[in-house]
């Protein structure tokens, strides 16, 4: 029995000291980077939403007038430090991609039907603004500021030379992905700015084998990537869902993934993979949680290396600078 007792103790100290994030190399110059999920964006009460939820008539009263999805929202992002703006696209009847969130125009615009059933004239002359209300409909706050801001795809990449998009899919349909890899051979100067896809499972896994060092992760892949790690990564085994690609940990959660930060961290950059760190999950949330209060943003660890997914760019950009700021005085002393 003492035996035994010893040979689990041996066993467990070993698993121990191989995962351990204080024995693992921190990474060289660490830098947070940031995703801003919509750009600049209205937020709303997640309190009991589904995937069917009209979110613009939920949103909290407004701070600002930004609109997700539009150039001027992406413009702001960047300039509050964004790194990667999270955008979404839908396919219209004229070979476009429309960049919007929702399946249909209902929720948050002038118009009616499936977006994607639609040509990107009709689009461009809706009001993206015309559905936000703070207030169960008494008040249409930002009704008439979104008149033809629905961009295209493509407008939004010549728009920015310099930016990094991350490309949501909202459906399955695999040809989504031929698309892209299309507009980007007749475009090869956009290349650089679509930093990654993700969503449906069949246009990611298109895209990503068309286009030349393109990462992406469906939704299925990102599933399969965390479980089959937690069950196998205390060997140290990454799993092939987990090979480049982007790696999305919930903030809640990252305590509990095998040499959480500085060994996870090496495991992912040995087989290509960067890793993206979410907000709090929450279980009936369809949505993706973001780092969106200085009080998550103190939660990630100094030595993280990867991105960081926010809905709140405007507060948690200006804060992450201030932190910069902040250690490097403290480095100066």
């Known amino acids: 029995m003492k035996r035994i007792a010893l040979a689990i ?9 191989w995962n351990a994030s204080w024995l693992a190399s921190a990474p060289e110059n660490p830098r947070i980077r940031l995703i801003a999920h919509r750009g600049v964006h209205q937020t709303f009460d997640r309190t009991n939403i589904d995937a069917n939820t009209c979110t613009a008539k939920r949103i909290l009263p407004p701070a600002h007038d930004f609109i997700e999805n539009t150039i001027p929202s992406m413009r702001a992002a960047f300039e509050a430090g964004a790194g990667v703006v999270e955008i979404d696209v839908h396919p219209t009847t004229d070979g476009k991609f429309a960049v919007i969130h929702d399946w249909t125009l209902d929720c948050r615009t002038d118009g009616k039907g499936v977006t994607r059933d639609h040509d990107m004239a009709l689009l461009k002359t809706l009001d993206v603004g015309y559905g936000y209300t ?24 010549a728009t920015f030379p310099e930016g990094r998009f991350l ?44 286009i030349d060092d393109l990462k992406g992760m469906g939704k299925a892949a990102m599933k399969e ?12 085994y990454v799993p092939d869902a987990c090979r480049k690609t982007y790696v999305m940990v919930p903030l809640n959660f990252a305590w509990a993934v095998w040499g959480w930060p500085d060994r996870f961290h090496a495991r992912m950059a040995s087989v290509g993979s960067e890793i993206i760190l979410i907000g709090p999950y929450s279980k009936g949330d369809p949505g ?9 943003l103190a939660r990630v660890p100094e030595s993280f290396d990867g991105y960081i997914w926010t809905n709140r760019i405007e507060v948690i950009g200006p804060a992450l600078q201030s932190r910069r700021q902040e250690s490097t005085s403290k480095d100066s002393v």
Do not use: Q
């Open 288 to 296: 993706t949680a973001g780092i969106d209060t200085i009080e998550d």
């Open 225 to 236: 990537c965390l479980i089959r790690y937690l069950a196998l990564g205390w060997s140290g």
């Open 167 to 210: 490309i949501n899919y909202k459906s399955r349909e695999e040809r989504e992905g031929d698309m892209l890899a299309d507009l980007l051979a007749k475009h090869p100067e956009w290349r650089e700015r679509v930093w990654g896809v993700y969503g449906g499972d069949e246009p990611t896994a298109r895209a990503v084998s068309l």
């Open 9 to 17: 103790l041996a066993f467990v100290a070993t698993l121990y000291l």
């Open 134 to 157: 703070a207030d169960g409909g008494k008040t249409y706050p930002l009704r008439g500021r979104g008149v033809g801001m629905l961009p295209p795809l493509d407008e939004v990449l």
